[in-house]
Nanobody, 128 residues
């Protein structure tokens, strides 16, 4: 499974950014169970989960982004998106898309150890 993010950049507080992630690889099958998501690493902090979605469209978000961020996929399941609205300076981070093991549903615990495939990340900087 290969993942490649795009769409990062600089934005003012209150603004919006949409991140995209292209998913490819022979092991990733849209008709099999899967779990994909977004993580971020803020300056000086550990990488943390942000949002995830499974094959059937069930989503999960961390509390700090609920109501502001929306995770989605295209119909082909080969692109993953993160729409980020009402951005805050605290959202400044490098954002990564990630995939769990193909064929497995999302684990109940939203932890990065359950995601074995990662993109290189894209930087989002929010300024006042």
């Amino acid at each position: 499974v290969e993942l490649k993010e795009s769409g990062g950049g600089s934005v003012q507080s209150g603004g919006s950014v949409r991140l995209s992630c292209a998913i490819s690889g022979s092991r990733f099958k849209a008709y099999n169970p899967y779990c994909v998501g977004w993580f971020r690493q803020r300056p000086g902090k550990e990488r943390e989960a942000v949002a995830r979605i499974d094959r059937d469209g069930f989503t999960r978000y961390i509390d700090s982004v609920k109501g502001r961020f929306t995770i989605s996929q295209d119909d082909s399941k080969t692109s993953l998106y993160l729409q980020m609205n009402n951005l805050k300076e605290d959202d400044t981070a490098k954002y990564f898309c990630a995939s769990g093991e193909p064929g497995l549903w999302c684990h109940d615990r939203f932890l990065e150890i359950y995601f074995g495939y990662w993109g290189q990340g894209t930087q989002v900087t929010v300024s006042s």
